[in-house]
Protein backbone atom coordinates (compact mmCIF):
# COMPACT_ATOMS: atom_id res chain seq x y z
CA UNK A 1 0.00 0.00 0.00
CA UNK A 2 1.11 3.88 -0.89
CA UNK A 3 1.13 4.47 2.81
CA UNK A 4 3.82 1.38 3.35
CA UNK A 5 5.91 3.86 1.04
CA UNK A 6 8.94 5.48 2.42
CA UNK A 7 8.99 8.87 0.74
CA UNK A 8 11.47 11.89 1.21
CA UNK A 9 10.48 13.82 4.25
CA UNK A 10 10.34 17.39 2.41
CA UNK A 11 7.08 16.52 0.58
CA UNK A 12 4.55 16.94 3.04
CA UNK A 13 6.23 20.37 3.83
CA UNK A 14 6.67 21.12 -0.03
CA UNK A 15 2.92 20.26 0.26
CA UNK A 16 1.92 22.26 2.57
CA UNK A 17 3.75 25.09 1.17
CA UNK A 18 2.17 24.61 -2.44
CA UNK A 19 -1.59 24.43 -0.76
CA UNK A 20 -0.21 27.97 1.18
CA UNK A 21 1.55 29.07 -1.30
CA UNK A 22 -0.67 32.34 -1.87
CA UNK A 23 -0.87 33.29 1.71
CA UNK A 24 2.87 33.10 2.06
CA UNK A 25 3.26 35.16 -0.47
CA UNK A 26 1.24 37.95 0.86
CA UNK A 27 2.97 37.75 3.89
CA UNK A 28 6.49 37.83 2.62
CA UNK A 29 5.22 39.78 -0.11
CA UNK A 30 4.70 42.63 2.85
CA UNK A 31 8.25 42.49 3.46
CA UNK A 32 9.34 43.25 0.31
CA UNK A 33 7.00 46.50 0.05
CA UNK A 34 8.68 47.63 3.13
CA UNK A 35 12.39 46.67 2.56
CA UNK A 36 12.30 47.62 -1.22
CA UNK A 37 9.89 50.32 -1.67
CA UNK A 38 7.95 48.91 -4.28
CA UNK A 39 3.89 48.52 -4.55
CA UNK A 40 2.51 45.97 -2.98
CA UNK A 41 1.27 44.60 -6.15
CA UNK A 42 4.79 44.20 -7.82
CA UNK A 43 6.38 42.86 -4.66
CA UNK A 44 3.39 40.07 -3.97
CA UNK A 45 4.30 38.71 -8.19
CA UNK A 46 8.24 38.80 -7.08
CA UNK A 47 7.37 36.58 -3.75
CA UNK A 48 5.39 34.42 -5.66
CA UNK A 49 7.93 33.39 -8.05
CA UNK A 50 10.75 33.57 -5.53
CA UNK A 51 8.55 31.05 -3.06
CA UNK A 52 7.74 28.82 -6.23
CA UNK A 53 11.47 28.35 -6.97
CA UNK A 54 12.37 27.66 -3.65
CA UNK A 55 9.42 25.16 -2.79
CA UNK A 56 10.33 23.06 -6.09
CA UNK A 57 14.51 23.68 -5.62
CA UNK A 58 15.28 25.41 -2.41
CA UNK A 59 13.69 22.33 0.21
CA UNK A 60 14.18 19.05 -1.84
CA UNK A 61 18.51 20.48 -1.72
CA UNK A 62 18.49 21.19 2.04
CA UNK A 63 16.75 17.95 2.66
CA UNK A 64 19.63 16.48 0.36
CA UNK A 65 22.25 18.39 2.28
CA UNK A 66 20.51 17.25 5.44
CA UNK A 67 20.67 13.40 4.61
CA UNK A 68 24.41 14.15 3.64
CA UNK A 69 25.17 14.89 7.25
CA UNK A 70 22.76 12.72 8.73
CA UNK A 71 24.47 9.29 7.53
CA UNK A 72 28.08 10.12 8.93
CA UNK A 73 26.75 11.43 11.97
CA UNK A 74 24.30 8.03 12.73
CA UNK A 75 27.33 5.92 11.65
CA UNK A 76 29.66 7.17 13.81
CA UNK A 77 27.30 6.84 16.69
CA UNK A 78 26.28 3.54 16.03
CA UNK A 79 30.31 2.89 15.97
CA UNK A 80 30.93 4.11 18.86
CA UNK A 81 28.19 1.79 20.51
CA UNK A 82 25.78 5.10 21.97
CA UNK A 83 22.34 4.17 21.80
CA UNK A 84 19.41 6.98 21.34
CA UNK A 85 16.38 7.25 23.31
CA UNK A 86 13.42 6.09 20.89
CA UNK A 87 12.62 9.34 20.72
CA UNK A 88 15.67 10.64 19.38
CA UNK A 89 15.62 7.78 16.84
CA UNK A 90 12.15 7.79 15.85
CA UNK A 91 12.64 11.72 15.13
CA UNK A 92 15.67 11.47 12.87
CA UNK A 93 14.29 8.62 10.80
CA UNK A 94 11.53 10.61 10.09
CA UNK A 95 13.65 14.09 9.28
CA UNK A 96 14.69 11.53 6.42
CA UNK A 97 11.28 9.65 5.53
CA UNK A 98 7.89 10.13 5.51
CA UNK A 99 6.25 6.56 6.27
CA UNK A 100 7.25 2.97 5.62
CA UNK A 101 8.24 2.63 9.07
CA UNK A 102 6.97 -0.04 11.52
CA UNK A 103 4.75 1.72 13.93
CA UNK A 104 5.90 2.64 17.61
CA UNK A 105 4.33 3.96 20.41
CA UNK A 106 6.86 7.16 19.61
CA UNK A 107 5.99 7.52 16.05
CA UNK A 108 3.67 10.69 16.60
CA UNK A 109 6.09 12.40 18.97
CA UNK A 110 9.01 11.67 16.26
CA UNK A 111 6.53 12.78 13.39
CA UNK A 112 5.56 15.89 14.82
CA UNK A 113 9.85 16.81 16.07
CA UNK A 114 10.80 15.84 12.65
CA UNK A 115 8.41 18.26 11.60
CA UNK A 116 10.16 21.44 13.83
CA UNK A 117 13.60 20.24 13.31
CA UNK A 118 13.02 20.24 9.28
CA UNK A 119 11.85 23.56 9.44
CA UNK A 120 15.39 24.90 10.08
CA UNK A 121 17.17 23.12 6.99
CA UNK A 122 13.93 24.42 4.68
CA UNK A 123 14.26 27.89 5.77
CA UNK A 124 17.43 27.91 5.07
CA UNK A 125 17.29 26.88 1.65
CA UNK A 126 13.89 28.75 0.80
CA UNK A 127 16.02 32.15 2.12
CA UNK A 128 19.38 31.13 -0.18
CA UNK A 129 17.16 30.52 -3.57
CA UNK A 130 14.54 33.45 -2.63
CA UNK A 131 17.24 35.52 -2.21
CA UNK A 132 19.31 34.64 -5.12
CA UNK A 133 15.53 34.83 -7.31
CA UNK A 134 14.79 38.57 -5.68
CA UNK A 135 18.59 39.63 -6.70
CA UNK A 136 18.10 38.31 -10.16
CA UNK A 137 14.79 40.06 -10.78
CA UNK A 138 15.90 43.35 -9.26
CA UNK A 139 19.35 44.22 -9.76
CA UNK A 140 19.08 47.68 -9.80
CA UNK A 141 18.43 47.17 -5.46
CA UNK A 142 20.43 46.95 -2.65
CA UNK A 143 21.73 43.17 -1.61
CA UNK A 144 21.60 43.25 2.00
CA UNK A 145 17.83 45.24 1.33
CA UNK A 146 16.90 42.25 -0.45
CA UNK A 147 18.69 39.55 2.16
CA UNK A 148 16.55 41.60 4.79
CA UNK A 149 13.35 41.54 2.91
CA UNK A 150 13.69 37.89 2.75
CA UNK A 151 14.97 36.65 5.96
CA UNK A 152 12.53 38.77 7.95
CA UNK A 153 9.69 37.71 5.22
CA UNK A 154 10.61 33.83 5.90
CA UNK A 155 10.83 34.14 9.64
CA UNK A 156 7.18 35.10 9.72
CA UNK A 157 6.07 32.72 7.25
CA UNK A 158 7.83 29.85 8.79
CA UNK A 159 6.25 31.06 12.16
CA UNK A 160 2.95 29.96 11.33
CA UNK A 161 4.46 26.34 10.32
CA UNK A 162 6.38 26.34 13.89
CA UNK A 163 3.07 26.87 15.29
CA UNK A 164 1.23 24.21 13.77
CA UNK A 165 4.38 21.81 14.57
CA UNK A 166 4.16 22.49 18.07
CA UNK A 167 0.29 22.42 18.45
CA UNK A 168 1.08 18.88 16.73
CA UNK A 169 3.99 18.01 19.17
CA UNK A 170 1.85 18.94 22.44
CA UNK A 171 -1.10 17.24 20.82
CA UNK A 172 1.28 13.55 20.75
CA UNK A 173 2.97 14.33 24.02
CA UNK A 174 -0.69 14.30 25.84
CA UNK A 175 -1.38 10.89 23.67
CA UNK A 176 2.02 8.91 24.48
CA UNK A 177 0.65 7.38 27.57
CA UNK A 178 -2.42 5.65 25.51
CA UNK A 179 -0.16 5.04 23.00
CA UNK A 180 2.35 3.27 25.31
CA UNK A 181 -1.11 1.43 26.54
CA UNK A 182 -1.79 0.18 23.14
CA UNK A 183 1.50 -0.96 22.28
CA UNK A 184 1.52 -2.69 25.19
CA UNK A 185 -1.50 -4.79 25.01
CA UNK A 186 -0.55 -5.18 21.48
CA UNK A 187 3.26 -7.26 22.29
CA UNK A 188 1.48 -9.21 25.02
CA UNK A 189 -0.63 -10.48 22.20
CA UNK A 190 1.69 -11.15 20.58
CA UNK A 191 3.83 -12.83 23.13
CA UNK A 192 0.37 -15.20 23.67
CA UNK A 193 0.39 -15.93 20.12
CA UNK A 194 3.89 -16.98 19.79
CA UNK A 195 3.23 -19.13 22.94
CA UNK A 196 0.53 -20.70 21.04
CA UNK A 197 1.87 -21.32 17.90
CA UNK A 198 5.00 -23.28 19.74
CA UNK A 199 2.49 -25.29 21.54
CA UNK A 200 0.43 -26.08 18.53
CA UNK A 201 3.98 -27.38 16.53
CA UNK A 202 4.27 -29.47 19.14
CA UNK A 203 1.67 -32.49 17.80
CA UNK A 204 -0.88 -31.15 20.93
CA UNK A 205 -4.04 -30.81 18.95
CA UNK A 206 -4.42 -26.79 19.46
CA UNK A 207 -5.12 -25.07 16.66
CA UNK A 208 -2.53 -22.54 15.06
CA UNK A 209 -3.94 -19.36 16.19
CA UNK A 210 -4.31 -16.20 13.65
CA UNK A 211 -2.01 -13.00 15.52
CA UNK A 212 -4.22 -9.94 16.39
CA UNK A 213 -3.78 -6.91 13.72
CA UNK A 214 -1.82 -3.74 15.59
CA UNK A 215 -3.78 -1.51 16.98
CA UNK A 216 -6.03 0.56 14.75
CA UNK A 217 -5.36 -1.50 12.19
CA UNK A 218 -7.34 -3.65 10.04
CA UNK A 219 -6.67 -7.11 8.27
CA UNK A 220 -8.70 -8.22 5.20
CA UNK A 221 -8.69 -12.16 4.77
CA UNK A 222 -9.26 -13.97 1.27
CA UNK A 223 -8.13 -17.08 -0.47
CA UNK A 224 -6.37 -17.97 -3.21
CA UNK A 225 -9.01 -19.31 -6.39
Known amino acids: MLANVAL ?3 LPHSFATLIGILVIAAIEGWFVMTALRLSYSESYRH ?5 W ?3 IAGIPLAWLLWIAGL ?4 MGLAAVGLEAHPAVVSTAMQTAFFGGMMPTEWMNVGS ?10 FWMGSVWIERRTLAKRLPDRDPSQISSAVVRGNLASYSIFLIF ?4 LSAAIADLPNQKQHFKEFRERQEVYRKQRGESGRGDGIAPVTPPPPPGLRVRTGRFQ
Do not use: D, R
Not at 112 to 121: D, E, F, K
Not at 165 to 168: P, R
Open 8 to 10: PSF
Open 47 to 51: ALNAN
Open 53 to 55: KST
Open 71 to 74: IPIS
Open 112 to 121: AAAWIVMLIP
Open 165 to 168: GLIS
